[in-house]
């Protein structure tokens, strides 16, 4: 049964680094376009980076431009998020995403695409002094 399971969340004050795991169990990730996702409270979902499947694609919404890294580590079938220079409009829940058996998650150097119906349970991330 295909899972995601994410990790590496916590608190951290401004400027600080977290790096998020998203580790999937019952499919290959390297097969599928990846995505990470946060919500903060009060305001919408938001879509801020995915890795494509084989083309190499990689997307980063503006606010985390230079500052997150999206990564894959096919071995340990999982994908990482580096964030790095953290500030408090960080503060979110970060879920990890994709359509692991329709396969229509999609990325591009320009946008996350495609559909993403599957998710892990998010792990949070706390920016504050």
């Known amino acids: 049964q295909e899972q995601l399971v994410e990790s590496g969340g916590g608190l951290v004050q401004p400027g600080g680094s977290l790096r998020l795991s998203c580790k999937a169990s019952g499919f290959m990730m390297d097969e599928h376009a990846i995505a990470w996702f946060r919500r903060a409270p009060g305001k919408v979902q938001e879509g801020i980076s995915c890795i494509g499947s084989r083309d190499g694609s990689i997307y980063y919404i503006e606010s985390v431009k230079g500052r997150f890294t999206i990564s894959r580590d096919n071995a340990k079938n999982t994908v990482y998020l580096q964030m790095n220079n953290l500030k408090p409009e960080d503060t979110a829940l970060y879920y990890c995403?994709?359509?692991?058996?329709?396969?229509?998650?999609?990325?591009?150097?320009?946008?996350?695409?495609?559909?993403?119906?599957?998710w892990g349970q998010g792990t949070q991330v706390t920016v504050s002094t």
């Open positions: 995403a994709t359509d692991p058996r329709e396969g229509r998650a999609g990325c591009s150097n320009n946008a996350i695409t495609g559909r993403y119906n599957f």
